[in-house]
Structures are given as structure tokens and as C-alpha cells.
């Protein structure tokens, strides 16, 4: 329990009681549970600042959406009670430099030790359930000039010059415009991305920061794996997905490893157009005609029928339609005995048994949008843009984001009663006679 110092300008428990900023944060607090943290050097020379405060401190940051420490500073000296009660002697708020210290020197496992323990109680009183996942990750903008829109020498294309004050961001699509049916006016960034894994309720249970350049699916491995770990969730767990996760492996590593069922839809990427068939069951060409079979192919992992041009592949037919192409298709002449080909992807793995044409499928996948919702609510924080050039402080900004949702979900929804509120930082605390008379 944390205890308050008296002031004799203003009595806390009132402030508590009416005022709806201080009832928030004593809340939120209150569901900060930092036994896992030291707050002060136990060995000999200074004590220095109480770690405890300072973390406080980064919540407020985060939820009112300062952008830099000064301001943050200057936020708290501007409320005397909200710094009291992020443990602060008044008037003697730290230098700015001991919060940049905080977050380059304090381990990020500590941290998301102190996550874990908020979600351990909001699994224990029943508010988040361990059966659905959703993976989802978010860009994080370094603080670089290359990501100064208004650089004139601003590096977008070459991956090999680092930005040199932050030299393990790397560079990495952002977004783009679509006009018609085409992706234009490519937008990339300097940085690294926050990959999440989210319940339905709309709560981070797993978090990591990493670099652009490893995908969303490579982490995704690393991540589940993490999850299992800590939170031991159940057999038969379903995992949502966008199209970034449609990898093979993981298909695999899900359904084998973890006894565990992916609802991802399949990447259009590099796809053909639907196939139309003839009376034999045999892709017609693009010249109108039934192709013939060659057989199996097998290359790697995957099975594939294949399949290739009948003038080609039977004499009888060349003299009845010709021994010409009629579309005089690019491969017919190549000094090939195949002509044209086309492949049917035949292989049974994890990945063709989605059932992506069901109704539960399609009613399940619905709830993806509540990662997408998790992301929007820390966007709205600022969470896309760091100061910082420590990888280290960077992984710690991102933890604590991640944390300040959880806090929020166990104020709400266990101390002040209210489950419909755990995704709500602006209302959870209100009053039930203040939002009647409203």
C-alpha cells in the first residue's frame, strides 16, 4: 500500500474522493503492484532517486500523452498532488537525466515481470480468458533526421547507411496510398516495430520490441513461445492473424507444437488468378485449351500437380488445332518440350486446413479488429515516436505502454468493479452519482 506525506496545503483523500485526475491515478496506482523493483541502492555511497516514483512518473507520461521528459517534469511541478503520489518529495523532483537513466539502466525483464503480475490478477478474478489470441505489431519511429519529412537528403532506400544515432534502427515500409487497386506513394521510416500478443478482452499478455527487419511472423515464433511460458494457456487455444503471419512454419508450429488452431488468411502475394477448368478436371490455358497432366511435383514442403501445353504434349492434338499457340504465349517457343505451365498446389499441411470458407472462421476472424483497437489506443499516446537511442530504453518505453493498459483494466475491473470499463482511461473512474447527474 502506498502511503501519502502530509501536506499542509491539501488534503489527498479529498482530492481522491473529488477530484477525477488524482481518483484516477491513486487507482491505477493502487494496481501497480513494484516488489519486483528496487526502489533505491541498498550499497554504500548515494541512495539516489526512488526508482518506484520514477516509474509512476513514466505511467502519467504515457496516459497523458507528454511527449518528452522536460514536459513531463514541468506536468508534475504544475500538480504537487500527482507527483505526491508518484512517491516525489515536493519541490525536489529529480533531473531529468536520472529518467533517461531509468530507462537505459533497468532491465527490461524486470519490467514485464511487473506486467505479468497485473495480468496474473486479472486472469485469477476472471477478466481475461487464455482460449484467443491475436498477434498484431506496431511501428516505432526512431528519433532520427532521416525520419524528418522535411530533410532534403533524407535516406529511404538504402538499408546499409545507418542512421547514425541510431544505428540498430532499420528501415522499413510505413504505409501507402492504393489508387487504383495498386499501392502508390510508398511511405518508409527508420526504426523498429512492438509485436503484441492480445486476449479478446483487449489486453497485452506478451510484448517485444525489435528491429525492422525481422518479420512479423519470424517474431511470431519467439512470442508464442514466450506466452506458453509464462501464462500456460490450454490446448485448443485459437490464434487471429493478419496476412503478414500466412508462413507455412508457423501453421505447423502452431497446430503440432502447440496443440493450438491459427485462423490467419492466406497473402495474396505473388498468386495467380483463379483457375478455370475443362471436363477432365485440367486447368484451361490461356488459349482456351484443356491442358494435360504431367503428374506430381514435389519441391520441398510443398505438393503441386503440374500441368503443361497439349499442342505440346500430344501430336494428335497439334494436328487437329494447330501446331501453333493462337495467344503465341512467351513459353511456346523457348526450344522446350513443355510449352506453358501451370501448377496446382496440392499439399495437406497445417496451412490448407484452415477452414477459411466457414462461418466460424469468418465470424471468429471478426475479432481481430481488437488488436487493431489495442495499437490505436496506444497510438493515440504517442507510442509511434521515441526520443530515446538506447534499444534498451526504447524496449522499456514500449513495456511500460503495454503496462499502463493492464493497470488500467485492473483498476477498473477489480478495484472499482466495473469489466465493461478495463479499455477505458477516461471513464473507468468516474463516479456512478457524477455519471447519472452528467
Request: charged share 25%; proline share 4%.
Amino acid at each position: 500500500m502506498q502511503h501519502f506525506q502530509t501536506s499542509f496545503f491539501y488534503d489527498i483523500r479529498e482530492l481522491i474522493k473529488n477530484a477525477p485526475l488524482i481518483r484516477k491515478y491513486f487507482y491505477i496506482f493502487k494496481s501497480l503492484n513494484l516488489s519486483a523493483l528496487q526502489d533505491r541502492n541498498d550499497s554504500s555511497g548515494r541512495t539516489g532517486h526512488s526508482r518506484h516514483a520514477i516509474l509512476r512518473a513514466f505511467v502519467v507520461k504515457h496516459l497523458e500523452g507528454i511527449k518528452s521528459v522536460p514536459q513531463l517534469i514541468r506536468y508534475l511541478n504544475s500538480i504537487p498532488p500527482l507527483a505526491e503520489m508518484c512517491g516525489f518529495d515536493l519541490g525536489a523532483l529529480p533531473d531529468e537525466s536520472q529518467f533517461y537513466r531509468f530507462l537505459k539502466n533497468t532491465k527490461n525483464s524486470i519490467l514485464k515481470t511487473i506486467h505479468k503480475t497485473a495480468n496474473d490478477l486479472l486472469i485469477e478474478e476472471g477478466l481475461v480468458s487464455l482460449d484467443e489470441f491475436m498477434l498484431d505489431s506496431k511501428p516505432i519511429q526512431a528519433a532520427t533526421k532521416e525520419n524528418n519529412f522535411k530533410n532534403p537528403n533524407r535516406n529511404t532506400t538504402n538499408k546499409l547507411r545507418k542512421a547514425k544515432r541510431n544505428p540498430q534502427a532499420t528501415l522499413s515500409y510505413y504505409s501507402c496510398q492504393v489508387i487504383n487497386g495498386k499501392k502508390q506513394n510508398m511511405i518508409f521510416f527508420w526504426g523498429f516495430r512492438t509485436h503484441a500478443v492480445v486476449t479478446k478482452e483487449g489486453i497485452c499478455l506478451v510484448e517485444k520490441t525489435l528491429s525492422n527487419n525481422i518479420t512479423d511472423s519470424d517474431a511470431a515464433f519467439s512470442l508464442i513461445k514466450e506466452l506458453k511460458r509464462r501464462y500456460r494457456f490450454k490446448k485448443g487455444a485459437i490464434f487471429l492473424a493478419d496476412k503478414a503471419y500466412d508462413v507455412r512454419e508457423l501453421y505447423t508450429f502452431i497446430v503440432e507444437q502447440m496443440k493450438s488452431t491459427p485462423y490467419i488468411p492466406i497473402n495474396p502475394r505473388n498468386s495467380k488468378n483463379d483457375k478455370t477448368f475443362g471436363p477432365h478436371g485440367c486447368p484451361i490455358c490461356d488459349g482456351g485449351f484443356e491442358m494435360k497432366s504431367v503428374g506430381r511435383w514435389t519441391e520441398g514442403n510443398r505438393e503441386r500437380l503440374k500441368f503443361h501445353c497439349p499442342i505440346k504434349a500430344s501430336k494428335k492434338f497439334a494436328q487437329k488445332h494447330g501446331d501453333i499457340c493462337p495467344v503465341n504465349h512467351p513459353s511456346f517457343n523457348t526450344g522446350k518440350c513443355y510449352g506453358c505451365t501451370k501448377y496446382l498446389d496440392v499439399t495437406d499441411d497445417a496451412r490448407s486446413r484452415v477452414p477459411r470458407d466457414s462461418k466460424q472462421f469468418k465470424e471468429t476472424f471478426k475479432n481481430r479488429q481488437i488488436v487493431e483497437q489495442y495499437f490505436s489506443r496506444l497510438g493515440d499516446r504517442e507510442v509511434e515516436q521515441t526520443t530515446h537511442y538506447s534499444v534498451t530504453a526504447i524496449s522499456n518505453q514500449m513495456t511500460i505502454a503495454h503496462l499502463t493498459a493492464s493497470l488500467i483494466a485492473v483498476a477498473a475491473g477489480i478495484h472499482l468493479k466495473q469489466p465493461d470499463k478495463i479499455r477505458c482511461y477516461q471513464t473507468f473512474a468516474d463516479r456512478p452519482e457524477l455519471r447519472r447527474t452528467g
